[in-house]
C-alpha cells in the first residue's frame, strides 16, 4: 500500500531564515505530487504541483519554491522566510491527476 | 475555473443526530467531486468520491453523499454521529480532464456534543 511521509511534523522558524519542508511516497511509482497551504480564514490552497522528475508547475506567486530531485521526493523551499508564511502545509499525491492523497502537515510558524 | 461554497462554516450536533453538510459547486467543465474529513492537527482524509456512476455514494463509516448535477450539489449526510466525528469537512471538485488543481470549500467544523 502507498504512504506518504513529511517531516518535519512542525516547525517554528524566525522571519528572514530558510525553509525546506520535505515530503516523500511509497508504495508507488512517478506519482502526481503537490504542495498546498492551509492557513487561518484563507482555506486550502494549492502552491505547485509535479508531474514528473524536475517538473514544477507553480499555481500562486510567492517567496516559496518546489523542487523534486527524485520521482517520490518533493521539497518546498524558501530562502527568507515572511511571516505570512506560517501555516500548515499538506503534501499529497495522485495517480496521473486521480484522487489525491494528502500526508500527515507540517505546522510551520514563522516568528 | 471551479469554484466550491460549503455553506455553513460551524455545525453543532448532539449525539445520535443526523447531520447534513451542504456543498455547492461551479465549474464550466465536468469534475469530479470528494469529500475530506480533517481531525484536529492532522491530514485530510479522503471520506469518499464521485466519479461516475450511480450519484450516492457512500462511506464505511456511515457517511452518504449525493451529486445532484442539475443543482450543482454533493451534501454529505449521517443519520447518527457519534462524538467521535467532531472534525473539519471539506468538499472539493477537481476538473475531470487533465485535471491536477482540487479547488476546495472553505470547510464545515462539526461539533458533536454528548
Known amino acids: 500500500s502507498q504512504t506518504i511521509h513529511q517531516w518535519p511534523a512542525t516547525l517554528v522558524q524566525p522571519v528572514g531564515s530558510p525553509l525546506s519542508l520535505e515530503c516523500t511516497v511509497e508504495?508507488?511509482?512517478?506519482?502526481?505530487l503537490y504542495w498546498y497551504r492551509q492557513a487561518a480564514g484563507r482555506g486550502l490552497q494549492l502552491l505547485f504541483y509535479?508531474?514528473?522528475?524536475?517538473?514544477i508547475s507553480s499555481e500562486v506567486p510567492q517567496n516559496l519554491s518546489a523542487s523534486r530531485p527524485q520521482d517520490r521526493q518533493f521539497i518546498l523551499s524558501s530562502k527568507k522566510l515572511l511571516l505570512s508564511d506560517s501555516g500548515f502545509y499538506l503534501c499529497?499525491?495522485?495517480?496521473?491527476?486521480?484522487?489525491?492523497?494528502f500526508g500527515p502537515g507540517t505546522r510551520l510558524l514563522v516568528l | 475555473a471551479q469554484s466550491v461554497t460549503q455553506l455553513d462554516s460551524q455545525v453543532p450536533v448532539f449525539e445520535e443526530a443526523p447531520v447534513e453538510l451542504r456543498c455547492n459547486y461551479s465549474?464550466?467543465?465536468?469534475?469530479?467531486l470528494f469529500w475530506y474529513v480533517q481531525y484536529p492537527n492532522q491530514g485530510l482524509q479522503l471520506l469518499l468520491k464521485?466519479?461516475?456512476?450511480?450519484?450516492l455514494v457512500e462511506s464505511i463509516n456511515g457517511f452518504e453523499a449525493e451529486f445532484n448535477k442539475s443543482q450543482t450539489s454533493f451534501h454529505l449526510r449521517k443519520p447518527s454521529v457519534h462524538i467521535s466525528d467532531t472534525a473539519e469537512y471539506f468538499c472539493?471538485?477537481?476538473?475531470?480532464?487533465?485535471?491536477?488543481?482540487?479547488?476546495f470549500g472553505g470547510g464545515t467544523r462539526v461539533l458533536v456534543k454528548p
Open positions: 509535479s508531474v514528473g522528475i524536475g517538473q
Open positions: 472539493a471538485v477537481i476538473a475531470k480532464a487533465a485535471g491536477n488543481k482540487l479547488t
Open positions: 464521485y466519479l461516475s456512476g450511480s450519484t
Open positions: 499529497a499525491w495522485s495517480v496521473s491527476g486521480g484522487t489525491q492523497y
Open positions: 465549474s464550466s467543465v465536468s469534475v469530479y
Open positions: 508504495g508507488t511509482s512517478n506519482p502526481n
